[in-house]
């Protein structure tokens, strides 16, 4: 069974940065996709960043264009922990962050939720104006 526990939510001024990290244990390999995701209340859960590992030091990523350039995704595959570095916070990045982890068959593209077989409990980000 795999869990994915995340951790460094809190309350931040806009311009503020956050990092959020998520630890996954049971049986999560380095094939696996790692992604983050969140939702606002009354919106749709929406894709944040992701990240496969192409082996070696290679790692692919993607992120969503509204963070493109704000956040940083990375990953320690040892340690089966992956982390969201989050800077220049926006009002509009206020929301729960989900961590996610599926196995990458590439059916699906790392934006979509289909792609994740695990989510963690989520933790709250929000930023003040």
């Known amino acids: 069974q795999v869990q994915l526990v995340e951790s460094g939510g809190g309350l931040v001024q806009a311009g503020g940065s956050l990092s959020l990290s998520c630890a996954a244990s049971g049986h999560i390999f380095s094939n696996y996709i790692m992604g983050w995701f969140r939702q606002a209340p009354g919106k749709e859960r929406e894709f944040v960043a992701s990240i496969t590992w192409g082996g070696g030091t290679t790692f692919y990523r993607n992120y969503h264009n509204s963070v493109q350039g704000r956040f940083v995704i990375s990953r320690d595959n040892p340690t089966n922990t992956v982390d969201l570095q989050m800077n220049s916070l926006k009002p509009e990045d206020t929301a729960v962050y989900y961590c996610?982890?599926?196995?990458?068959?590439?059916?699906?593209?790392?934006?979509?939720?289909?792609?994740?077989?695990?989510w963690g409990q989520g933790t709250q980000v929000t930023v003040s104006s």
């Open positions: 996610a982890a599926g196995l990458d068959d590439g059916r699906w593209s790392s934006q979509s939720v289909s792609a994740y077989n695990y």
